[in-house]
C-alpha cells in the first residue's frame, strides 16, 4: 500500500456544496407530492390535564378536511422517541396519541386537510374538554411526596420511580470519596444549575409519508437516524419493519433535535389511513414549544484538594429535568458526569442522579449530550479551587488532567449501552492543546490584568473531553461497488446533517481506491440501500462509519488488485492503486477503468463489490483546550466574548475545513448557551419565548474573533488516526467565560446564561461581603 | 398576478392572503426557506425589483409586475458566480438551509458596496441567521468572492 496521503488531510470541496449554493431541491419539503395532505396539529393548552372528550365534529364539516385523528385512533403501545440502539435505555412513556396532556402543547389529535389554511381552520373547531390536574412546574418540587404523578398510566415502563416522578436514577462510586474528601487540605463544594437550550435547526421537523406502489410505507424525512427511525416507527404503529422505508434527504441541521422520531408517527398514521401522501412540517413556534431541548440542570460538586494541587475526592450530584417524557433521560445525565469527572486524576470519584418528571417542555439530545451541563460546573469548580490554592488555572490542569496510557474507570461505572469496560487513552494532545492555546490567547500577558474604568478585561480557560461514539454500541455498515469510469456507488447508513460527514467518508473512499473525490458517489441514510447504521449522533460518524467505509474500500481495493494482477500477470501482492490506476513495482499499469471494464465485460464477469461493518468497544476522546477573551461593563453587566481560541485535538484532520467548521459551529452555540439562549416557561407552563426575537441566538455581528488549532495526536484505533469533532466545543464558552468573567472581576457565575441582571447581582452581592467583612473586622478590633 | 421570476415573465395565481415564500415555493423556487415566517432569519431572501427582502413577509400580491430573483437564477447553467463558487469551496455551507439566503444577501450588498470590509459584512449578515458555521467561513467566502471579482 502507499504510504503518503493525497486525499485525506486536504481541503477537499464539500460533495454536496454546489447544490445548496445554487440552491436545488435537496431537502425533504423540497419535492412536489401530487394530493398531498398538509397536517395541523390539536395541542393542549394545559400543562397537565386528563382530556375528557373531543368533539371533532364541526372540524369534520369544513371541505377539504380529509382525516382527523385522536387517541381513539392509534395503537395504544408505549414507545420512547429517542433515537438509540435497541432497546432503547429511556423509558417507553410516549403514545402518538394519548389521552393525558402532560404539558403545554402536548397533542391531543392531528387534522389532515388538503391545504395548510384549511387544516388550521379545523384545528380551530375541534371542542376538546380537559379536566386540569395540579402541575409539576419546578423540577425541584417534582419528587416531593404531595407532587402529582405524571406517568400514572399502567402501560408505560421502563421509568426508574415514576410515583416519585423519577425517570432515571444513577448512583455509583469509585474509591471512597468521604475519606477522600478526610484527607483534604481544602474541601470546595459548590452548587451550579443550567438552562433550557433550544436547538434551533433552521430545517423545522419535516416528514412526508406516503404508500408506494407495493404499499409499504415510505417515510421522507428531516432525521439523524434513519434505520433507529425504521425499527422505532415500525414498533410504534405495530407493522412489521420490511413494510418501512425511511429516506433522509438532505437536514437542515439537527444539533441532536432529530435524533428522536418526532414528527414521523402522526404523519405515518394518516398516510396509512387515507392512502394519500401527508406532511407533517412543525412551525418555528412549534420547534420552540414542543420539540426537544436541552435538559436543565440543577449540579452540586462537593471536592477535596491537597495543598500541591492534587485531587483526593470529586462527587457530583445531578437533578435533571428530563419534561414530561423520558426521552434520553438517563444517558444524557450519564455523561454529564461521565465526560467531566475522568478528565481529572482523581482516586476517589462519585457521581449520582436524579433525572425528574416535570409538567415543562421536553428535553432531549442536544450536541454535547449532558457533557456541556456537567463541564460548566466542574470548569468553573475547578478553576476557583486552583485560585484558593493559589495555582495559576492553567498549570492546575496540565498537572491534574488525564494522560495517555492513564484509564476512565468513570465509563465502565457510568457509562452507558453495552460497552461498559475502561477506557484506556490510546493517545491525549492536551499537553499541546494547552501550550498552543495559551500562546493564541496571550495567557500569561493577558491574566489578571483587567484595567479600570467601566470596561474590564478577562481572560479565562477550560480543558474537554467527549467520545467518539458511544462504546460498544455503536454498527456501521457499508458497501460500495465499481462502475465502467473507475466511478464508485458507496453506500452508507450514517446521516449527514450538514456536518460534511458525507464528504469525509467520500474521501476515506477515494484514499484507499486512488481515485479523487469526485469519483465516488455517495448516498446516505436510505433504508432500502445495503447499508446499517446507528446514526449522527455521539460524534460517532467520522470514527465508526470512517473506519467501516475504510474496510469496505480496503475490501474493493484487494478485488481490484487481484484482477489487475491477472491481467498484468503480476502477484497482486506487490501492486499498488493511485492516481486512478493499478501499477506493479516492474512498471506495468492498468487503468482503473480497464480493470472496471475487465471485471464486467472481460474475462472476469464480476461485479467490484467492497463491503464493510465496524463495531468497537473504544470511543476514544477528542481534547480541547478553549480560551476565551471578554470585556464586562461593570455598569450595564454585559458580557462581551472579545476572542475564542480552540485547540482541539482530533487525532488527524480528515478535512481541516470541515474540522474547523464544526469547532466554530459548537463554539457559536456554546456562546448562546453561555450568555444568552434560555427558553423561559411563564407560572402557566407556557413558553414566553417562542420566536427568534426573543429567543436570543448569536448573530454575525455578535460574533466574537474565534481561532482554531487544530491538533493531531494519532490515534492507533481510529481511521487514517481520526478520532471524533462534532460535539466537543460545544462544552467550553460557558465555563471559559465564567472563568475570564472571575478574572475580570473576580466574581463568579454559577448560573447559566451569564445575563447582565446576573453579573450585576453578583457586583452587589461582593460589595456587601466586603462590607459585611469590613464591618466585621472592625468588630473584633 | 405577473411577475418575473429568474429572468422568466410568468403568470401567477395566488391567494390574497398567500405570501410571497409560499408563492414561489408553489412554483417550484424551493431554493427560498421557510424557517422563521416572521421576517427574523432571511432564509428566504430573494432580490425583489433590486434589493433583497424576506419573502416572508411579503404578499405575493405585493409583488405584481415585480422582477423577482431567487438563488436558482443565479448561476448560468453549470457555471457558478464568484460568490456561489466561494461558498461552496471553504466549508462556508454545512447544513445549507440558510445558505440561499446568504447568497442572495450578499451578492444584493456588493451590487451596492463592491468593497466591503469583514465588518461590513458582518453586519449584512445579522439578518441571515445561521445555527451550523459561527459565521466565520461564510463571511471569509464573501471576502474571497470580492477578492475574485476584483481580480
Known amino acids: ?101 402532560r404539558f403545554v402543547g402536548d397533542p391531543v389529535a392531528a387534522v389532515a386537510a388538503e391545504t395548510p389554511e384549511i387544516a388550521r381552520e379545523a384545528v380551530a373547531l375541534v371542542r376538546v374538554e380537559y379536566e386540569p390536574l395540579p402541575a409539576v412546574l419546578d423540577m425541584h418540587d417534582a419528587m416531593s411526596a404531595d407532587a402529582p404523578r405524571i406517568h400514572d398510566e399502567p402501560e408505560s415502563y421502563g421509568m426508574f420511580d415514576a410515583a416519585r416522578n423519577v425517570a432515571a436514577h444513577i448512583d455509583v462510586e469509585i474509591g471512597d470519596v468521604e475519606r477522600g474528601l478526610a484527607e483534604a487540605d481544602l474541601v470546595l463544594e459548590r452548587e451550579y444549575s443550567v438552562q433550557y437550550q433550544q436547538h434551533t435547526c433552521l430545517e423545522p421537523h419535516v416528514t412526508i409519508c406516503f404508500l408506494d406502489e407495493d404499499l409499504r410505507l415510505v417515510v421522507r424525512t428531516s432525521t439523524q437516524i434513519p434505520y433507529h427511525c425504521r425499527r422505532m416507527l415500525a414498533f410504534a404503529l405495530d407493522i412489521p419493519v420490511r413494510n418501512v422505508h425511511v429516506i433522509k434527504p438532505r437536514v437542515g441541521g439537527g444539533f441532536g433535535n432529530k435524533q428522536e422520531v418526532v ?69 444524557v ?93 490510546h493517545s491525549c494532545g492536551l499537553p499541546e492543546c494547552i501550550d498552543r492555546g495559551a500562546q493564541a490567547i496571550d495567557w500569561y500577558e493577558k491574566r489578571g490584568k483587567p484595567g479600570s474604568g467601566t470596561l474590564r478585561r478577562g481572560v479565562g480557560m477550560c480543558i474537554l473531553m467527549q467520545g467518539s461514539g458511544v462504546a460498544g454500541d455503536e454498527l456501521a455498515a457499508a458497501a460500495l461497488k465499481m462502475n465502467e469510469d473507475a466511478s464508485f456507488n458507496l453506500m452508507v447508513g450514517s446521516a449527514d446533517i450538514g456536518t460534511g460527514s458525507d464528504t469525509t467518508l467520500c474521501q476515506v473512499a477515494a484514499e ?35 473506519t467501516c467505509v475504510l474496510k469496505a474500500a480496503e475490501d474493493a481495493r484487494q478485488q481490484i488488485v487481484a484482477v489487475a494482477g491477472r491481467m498484468m500477470e503480476e502477484d497482486p501482492e506487490g501492486l499498488l492503486v493511485h492516481d486512478c490506476k493499478v501499477t506493479s513495482l516492474n512498471g506495468k499499469s492498468v487503468t482503473l477503468q480497464q480493470v472496471a471494464l475487465e471485471c464486467l465485460y472481460g474475462q472476469e464477469k464480476t461485479l467490484v463489490i467492497g463491503k464493510g461493518t465496524h463495531a468497537t468497544k473504544e470511543s476514544p476522546p477528542p481534547f480541547v483546550a478553549m480560551f476565551a477573551e471578554v470585556e464586562v461593563d461593570i455598569e450595564t453587566g454585559v458580557i462581551h466574548p472579545i476572542h475564542i481560541v480552540s485547540a482541539v485535538d482530533v487525532g488527524r484532520a480528515l ?40 429567543y436570543k441566538i448569536f448573530c454575525s455581528a455578535d460574533m466574537p474573533k474565534l481561532t482554531t488549532i487544530l491538533v493531531e495526536a494519532e490515534e492507533p484505533t481510529g481511521p487514517f488516526g481520526a478520532k471524533s469533532v462534532a460535539e466537543i466545543a460545544i462544552n467550553g464558552p460557558a465555563p471559559a467565560i465564567s472563568n475570564a468573567v472571575h478574572d475580570a472581576l473576580g466574581i463568579r457565575l454559577r448560573s447559566l446564561p451569564m445575563t447582565p441582571d446576573k453579573v450585576l447581582a453578583a457586583l452587589d452581592a461582593r460589595e456587601r461581603e466586603t462590607a459585611g467583612a469590613g464591618a466585621a473586622t472592625r468588630e473584633r478590633t | 398576478m405577473h411577475v418575473t421570476v429568474n429572468g422568466v415573465s410568468q403568470e401567477w395565481e395566488v391567494r390574497p392572503n398567500e405570501t410571497l415564500l409560499d408563492a414561489l415555493r408553489r412554483n417550484a423556487y424551493t431554493g427560498v426557506k421557510r424557517v422563521c415566517e416572521s421576517g427574523e432569519c432571511g432564509a428566504c431572501a430573494v432580490i425583489v425589483d433590486g434589493l433583497a427582502i424576506d419573502s416572508c413577509i411579503q404578499l405575493a400580491v405585493q409583488a405584481q409586475g415585480a422582477s423577482i430573483f431567487t438563488v436558482e437564477g443565479l448561476a448560468e447553467g453549470e457555471v457558478l458566480t464568484p460568490m456561489q463558487e466561494a461558498f461552496a469551496e471553504n466549508g462556508s455551507i454545512q447544513c445549507g438551509f440558510c ?53
Open chain 1, 333 to 425: 445525565t450519564g455523561n454529564t458526569g461521565t465526560k467531566p469527572l475522568p478528565l481529572y486524576r482523581t482516586p476517589n470519584m462519585k457521581f449520582y442522579a436524579d433525572i425528574v418528571y416535570t409538567n415543562l417542555p421536553i428535553s432531549g439530545a442536544f450536541r454535547g449530550y449532558g457533557a456541556p451541563q456537567g463541564f460548566f460546573a466542574m470548569e468553573v469548580h475547578m478553576d476557583e479551587a486552583a485560585g484558593k490554592l493559589g495555582l495559576d488555572p492553567l498549570e492546575f490542569r496540565r498537572q491534574n488532567h488525564i494522560r495517555k496510557g492513564d484509564t476512565d474507570l468513570m465509563s465502565a461505572a457510568a457509562g452507558e449501552g453495552s460497552g461498559k469496560k475502561p477506557r484506556v487513552m
Open chain 1, 655 to 694: 478535512n481541516p475545513d470541515i474540522c474547523e467548521g464544526q469547532v466554530e459551529g459548537a463554539v457559536a452555540q456554546g456562546l448562546g448557551y453561555a450568555l444568552t439562549e434560555e427558553i423561559k416557561v411563564g407560572p402557566d407552563g407556557r413558553v414566553l419565548n417562542p420566536t427568534f426575537m426573543d
Open chain 1, 512 to 546: 484507499v481506491l486512488g481515485v479523487p473525490v469526485e469519483n465516488i458517489i455517495i448516498s446516505s441514510g436510505d433504508t432500502d440501500h445495503i447499508s446499517f447504521d446507528y446514526g449522527a449522533y455521539a460524534s460517532s460518524t467520522a470514527y465508526i462509519t470512517g
Open chain 1, 263 to 331: 414528527t414521523e408517527p402522526i404523519a405515518a398514521v394518516l398516510a396509512l389511513r387515507t392512502g394519500r401522501p401527508v406532511k407533517l412540517e412543525f412551525t418555528r413556534t412549534e420547534e420552540f414549544t414542543i420539540a426537544r431541548n436541552r435538559h436543565p440542570q440543577h449540579l452540586r460538586l462537593r471536592s477535596g484538594f491537597k495543598r500541591d494541587g492534587s485531587i483526593t475526592a470529586n462527587a457530583l450530584y445531578v437533578l435533571t429535568n428530563t419534561g414530561p417524557y423520558g426521552t434520553h433521560a438517563l444517558t
Open chain 2, 99 to 151: 445558505i440561499p439566503g446568504m447568497v442572495v444577501t450578499a451578492t444584493n450588498y456588493l451590487e451596492q458596496n463592491g468593497m466591503p470590509t469583514e465588518d461590513d459584512i458582518r453586519h449584512v449578515f445579522i439578518g441571515n441567521l445561521c445555527r451550523c458555521t459561527g459565521y466565520k467561513k461564510p463571511v471569509e467566502a464573501v471576502l474571497r468572492a470580492v477578492g475574485g471579482e476584483r481580480r
Open chain 1, 1 to 101: 500500500m502507499k504510504t503518503e496521503l493525497t486525499v485525506i488531510g486536504t481541503r477537499a470541496r464539500k460533495v454536496d456544496a454546489v447544490k445548496h449554493a445554487t440552491g436545488r431541491a435537496a431537502f425533504t419539503d423540497d419535492i412536489e407530492m401530487r394530493g398531498l395532505l398538509h397536517t395541523k396539529l390539536v395541542k393542549g393548552s394545559y400543562p397537565h390535564a386528563r382530556v375528557v372528550s373531543i368533539d371533532t365534529t364541526a372540524a369534520r364539516a369544513v371541505p377539504g378536511v380529509v382525516d382527523i385523528i385522536t387517541h381513539a385512533d392509534v395503537p395504544r403501545i408505549p414507545y420512547t422517541s429517542a433515537g438509540q440502539s435497541w432497546p432503547e435505555p429511556s423509558p417507553y412513556d410516549m403514545y402518538i396519541l394519548d389521552s393525558k396532556v
